[in-house]
T-cell receptor, first 114, second 115 residues
Framework: KAGVTQTPRYLIKTRGQQVTLSCSPI?????VSWYQQTPGQGLQFLFEYFSETQRNKGNFPGRFSGRQFSNSRSEMNVSTLELGDSALYLC?????????????FGPGTRLTVL | QQQVKQSPQSLIVQKGGISIINCAYENTAFDYFPWYQQFPGKGPALLIAIRPDVSEKKEGRFTISFNKSAKQFSLHIMDSQPGDSATYFCAAREVIKAAGNKLTFGGGTRVLVKP
């Protein structure tokens, strides 16, 4: 089974621009979560989608948004980029939300904001 | 507010030694505690996980110990190998239907195993 794939792997943007990141979950997985990883703040939960509905949201400003498509693929969008948005953005997929459901992480998209 | 506190931030251990990483949590609604291992340039990978109705779980050289009353849990890596050099994260999740899959992570521990 193919793992979680994220595209692009690396991205360089300038302040004020917007960016869209993509995540393809493991086949059969309906839950997709997004996390931001930075050296200072560590791994922080952004949001989770399940069956095209946002089920959970972390403490991030409204500039961060996402969506999930009927095939479970998910996109994350950041508008009006700030320098502090430079981070590794990780996507994780899970079959459902039972405690036995493991979250599998993709390799991440490294976003650099100049 | 850091809901899961992890220590130490880094540790160095000799090959064959034991690595011990500790985590403490505050939210009593947490009911599932996974540990993830992350190598540079890769996403975190699940190592081992435990629910608090079990005090210890062992998988190969990795053992989780859980103390529900103290709200603490720890990862022991026995017979540490250079290939274990990575960053380890503890995490916690509320296992209720509405909570979904939100994981709260500790700050991470960078482990270096010297040959």
């Amino acid at each position: 089974k193919a793992g979680v794939t994220q595209t692009p792997r690396y991205l360089i943007k300038t302040r004020g621009q917007q960016v869209t990141l993509s995540c393809s979950p493991i086949s059969g997985h309906r839950s997709v979560s997004w996390y931001q990883q930075t050296p200072g703040q560590g791994l922080q939960f952004l949001f989770e989608y399940f069956s095209e509905t946002q089920r959970n949201k972390g403490n991030f400003p409204g500039r961060f948004s996402g969506r999930q498509f009927s095939n479970s693929r998910s996109e994350m969008n950041v508008s009006t980029l700030e320098l502090g948005d430079s981070a590794l953005y990780l996507c994780a997929s899970a079959q459902g939300a039972h405690w036995t459901d493991t979250q599998y992480f993709g390799p991440g998209t490294r976003l650099t904001v100049l | 507010q850091q809901q899961v506190k992890q220590s130490p931030q880094s540790l160095i251990v000799q090959k064959g030694g034991i690595s011990i990483i500790n985590c403490a949590y505050e939210n009593t609604a947490f009911d599932y505690f996974p540990w993830y291992q992350q190598f540079p340039g890769k996403g975190p990978a699940l190592l081992i996980a435990i629910r608090p109705d079990v005090s210890e779980k062992k998988e190969g050289r990795f053992t989780i110990s859980f103390n529900k009353s103290a709200k603490q849990f720890s990862l022991h890596i026995m017979d540490s190998q250079p290939g274990d050099s990575a960053t380890y994260f503890c995490a916690a999740r509320e296992v209720i239907k509405a909570a979904g899959n939100k994981l709260t992570f500790g700050g991470g521990t960078r482990v270096l195993v010297k040959p």
